[in-house]
C-alpha cells in the first residue's frame, strides 16, 4: 500500500466531521488581487491542515467547501471590487476533509486582501445554512449562474428582513461578536454596545413607524364617510361637508410626510438606518482587527518559530493596523452621517407632530357637531370615536420615535469620544 493510499483512507476517515478549534482564536490571512495566499497565521495553518508551503502561493480557495454556492463568493468579490469591506459565513474544507465554519471578514488592502475570521457560534449561522443549502440546490439544479445566485441570495436575504446586505452582514457581525463574549464571559466594549444601542434603536424606530403607518391608513376613508353623512343630512350637513375638505387636506400631507420619512431606499429612515448599520459593521471590525494584531503581538514573542521565513508576524500586524485605521476613519465618517441624519430625522418628526395637531382640531370639531345633531350625528359619533383610537396610537408611536431618536442622538455623541 502507497503513502498516497494510506492518506487517502485516513482523510475518508474524517470526512464530514467538523475540525475544532476555540472560540477564542481568530483565522488570518492575506492575498493577493487574484486570491493567491501570501500569508496566514497559525490557527489557519493548523485547521485547514496544511503545510506552509502547500499554502502560501496557493489560490484560496484551496480551502473552499463544495456545500458552499458560487453565488456567495461572486457576491463578496463583487463588493471588494467596489472597495467594501465584507463579512460572510463560510464553511471551508481541511486537508484531511473535515470542515469549519467561520464568520470572515475581509478588506481590500494595496495590493490585494486581508481577511480576519472568527468562530461563528451563534443561531444565525444554522439560519445561513440553510439559505445556503437552497442556493447551491438551485445551482446544481436550475444551472444558475454565479451572479445570478449572488442575486438570489440578495433577494434572499431581503424576504428574511434585511433591506441590503449591509444591513445583514452588520447584524451577523454583532451578532456573532456578542454572542462570543457571551460565551466567552467577555463584556462588550463601550463602541460595540453603543453602536448595539442605536441599531436596536433604529430597528425598534421601523417597527413603531410601521405601526403608526397602518393606524393612518385606517384613518384614510373618514372624509370619504363624512362626505356621505354629510350628504344624508342636507343642509345640515354643510359644516360636515367642510371639515371633509379640511380632514382630505391633512391627509394628503399626511401621505406626503410617509412617503418622505418611512417609504423607499432614499427615505429619511433609510438613510440614517444604513448609516447606522455601517458604522455599527465597521465598530465591530474594529475591534476584530485589534484583537487580531495583540494575537500576532504575542505570538511574535512566544511562538515566532511556528512561521516559516517568508510570513512575519510583524509585517501581518502592520496591514491589520492598516485595515482597523481604514476602519476608524470609515466609522467617522459613519457617525458624521448619523448625526445629519438624526437631525433631519427630528424635524421630520415635528412635521408629524403639527399634522397630528391638525387631527386634533378635526376630532373636535367632530364632536361638536356630533353634539349639535343629536341622533342623526350617530353615524358622526363612530368617526369621533374611530379618530380618537388612531390619534391615540399616532400620538403614542410618535412619541416612541422621538425617544428612540433621543438614543440614537445621545449614543453618536458618545461615540464620538470613543473613535
Known amino acids: ?73 461572486e457576491l463578496i468579490w463583487r463588493r471588494l471590487a467596489q472597495g467594501k469591506p465584507t463579512g460572510g459565513y463560510v464553511k471551508n ?6 470542515y469549519y465554519w467561520v464568520f470572515a471578514l475581509i478588506a481590500p488592502i494595496e495590493g490585494g486582501y486581508v481577511s480576519t475570521r472568527l468562530k461563528p457560534a451563534s443561531p444565525l449561522r444554522g439560519t445561513v445554512e440553510q439559505i445556503y443549502k437552497a442556493l447551491l440546490a438551485r445551482e446544481r439544479e436550475e444551472g444558475l449562474k454565479p451572479s445570478a445566485s449572488a442575486d438570489a441570495l440578495l433577494e434572499t436575504l431581503k424576504k428574511a428582513g434585511y433591506s441590503s446586505y449591509d444591513a445583514f452582514q452588520s447584524h451577523a457581525m454583532a451578532t456573532e461578536a456578542e454572542t462570543r463574549a457571551q460565551q466567552m464571559g467577555r463584556q462588550l466594549d463601550p463602541l460595540q454596545r453603543r453602536f448595539l444601542d442605536m441599531s436596536r ?34 343642509n345640515a350637513g354643510g359644516p360636515i361637508s367642510a371639515i371633509s375638505v379640511n380632514y382630505s ?31 455599527q459593521f465597521l465598530g ?8 487580531m494584531i495583540g494575537i500576532f503581538e504575542e505570538e511574535r514573542e512566544k511562538h515566532r518559530d511556528a512561521y516559516p521565513s517568508n510570513v512575519s508576524t510583524e509585517t501581518e500586524a502592520a496591514r491589520c493596523d ?7 476613519e470609515a466609522t467617522a465618517e459613519s457617525l458624521g452621517d448619523v448625526e445629519a441624519e438624526a437631525k433631519r430625522f427630528a424635524r421630520s418628526v415635528l412635521d408629524m407632530k403639527r ?37 391615540d396610537e399616532i400620538e403614542r408611536r410618535l412619541a416612541r420615535v422621538v425617544e428612540l431618536n433621543s438614543v440614537i442622538q445621545g449614543n453618536t455623541a458618545m461615540l464620538r469620544s470613543l473613535i
Open 284 to 291: 465591530f471590525a474594529t475591534q476584530v482587527e485589534r484583537e
Open 1 to 73: 500500500m502507497t503513502d498516497q493510499t494510506t492518506r487517502f483512507i485516513a482523510d475518508s476517515s474524517y470526512a464530514g466531521s467538523e475540525a475544532q478549534f476555540h472560540l477564542s482564536e481568530l483565522f488570518y490571512s492575506r492575498t493577493d488581487q487574484r486570491g493567491v495566499i501570501q500569508a496566514g497565521n497559525t490557527v489557519f495553518q493548523r485547521v485547514a491542515g496544511y503545510d506552509w508551503d502547500e499554502l502560501i502561493g496557493a489560490p484560496h480557495k484551496l480551502v473552499r467547501h463544495p456545500d458552499m454556492p458560487k453565488g456567495v463568493f
Open 355 to 391: 399634522y397630528v395637531t391638525g387631527l386634533s382640531s378635526t376630532r373636535m370639531m367632530c364632536k361638536i357637531e356630533s353634539a349639535a345633531l343629536n341622533n342623526s350625528g350617530t353615524a358622526l359619533s363612530g368617526i369621533v370615536e374611530q379618530l380618537d383610537a388612531c390619534q
Open 93 to 98: 474544507r481541511c486537508k484531511n476533509g473535515r
Open 201 to 234: 434603536a433604529i430597528t425598534q424606530v421601523h417597527v413603531e413607524t410601521t405601526e403608526m403607518t397602518e393606524a393612518f391608513k385606517a384613518i384614510r376613508t373618514v372624509p370619504m364617510n363624512m362626505r356621505i353623512i354629510a350628504s344624508r343630512l342636507e
Open 322 to 328: 492598516e485595515v482597523r485605521n481604514s476602519f476608524l
Open 249 to 279: 387636506q391633512m391627509l394628503e400631507e399626511m401621505s406626503t410626510w410617509v412617503d418622505t420619512f418611512v417609504d423607499g431606499d432614499a427615505c429619511v429612515f433609510a438613510r440614517i438606518r444604513d448609516a447606522i448599520f455601517k458604522g
